[in-house]
């Protein structure tokens, strides 16, 4: 049974700092972390190192996005543990202007096994996000869904291997995230890079700690809410699609899990 779970948001930008970035997976909108970030990366790292055995993760689980992996990944190398990648934590953005095409969709486990060595791509994603893009009761809607699904789902696979998970994920995503584990969609909160929130799911879903960057030399940095982008209860600007993707269909979407009927 999955008793803790850590939720991580990935470390600083580099488009942030600069106008010049590449995308190493060629996929648009998808910049890699900055130098500082790599740093809190390896700050998360080590603080799970710092934690006793039996508090630190066994599995991690991230969103497909460059950056995410980049956070991820010293990580895992540090306690040797698989790294998976789940689309359903991926990045959340805004509804597509309409007729402008769809948001961009990241690359397999398997292809994404090119960039980072330690991913394990025997895990299938449970859940996929809309292209369409979702507005802020939506993106809860998709992170209640994603926990039902994806809880058990990790439980059956694994045989109850795993009590402590690790997700890394986006600003949006993790306090949507959150909420939908501590079954409180108007919790507030406000999340740097590489902060680290810890939610116990025994003997109920507590939150221990939220958007916690005592772990980092520097603390928390570019901390984000909802509250930042929302222009009237939910509702948010729309953004354009990838130009190139209006005749592309927006497959996958939802859950991947087939719910066997007890009939």
Known sequence: MIEKIYIARHGFRLNWVSTTWKSETGLPRD?????FGE?????????????????????????????????AFPTAKILQLP?????????????????????????????????????????SSVWYPSRKGEDVSEIHQRTDG??????????????????RILLVSHAATVIALVRSLAGNRELPLKVGCCTLSELTRKPSSTTQMLADGSHMAQGSSREWGFEDIEVDKGRVVEDPGVPGTENEVDEPAGSQVQINSNL
């Open 83 to 123: 790294l998976y990648v789940e689309h359903g934590i991926s990045e959340w953005y805004s509804p597509v202007v309409p007729g402008t095409g769809l948001h961009p969709r990241p690359g397999s486990a398997a292809s994404l096994k090119a960039y980072f060595d330690v991913i394990d791509p025997s895990w």
């Open 31 to 35: 910049p890699p972390l900055a130098a």
């Open 39 to 71: 740093a809190q990366a390896q700050e998360l790292a080590q603080h799970f190192l710092s934690l006793p055995e039996e508090e630190r993760p066994t599995a991690i689980f991230s969103s497909p996005y460059y950056r995410c992996l980049q956070t």
């Open 146 to 163: 994603f926990v039902e699904t994806f809880i058990p789902e990790v439980e059956r696979k694994f045989h109850q291997k795993h009590s």
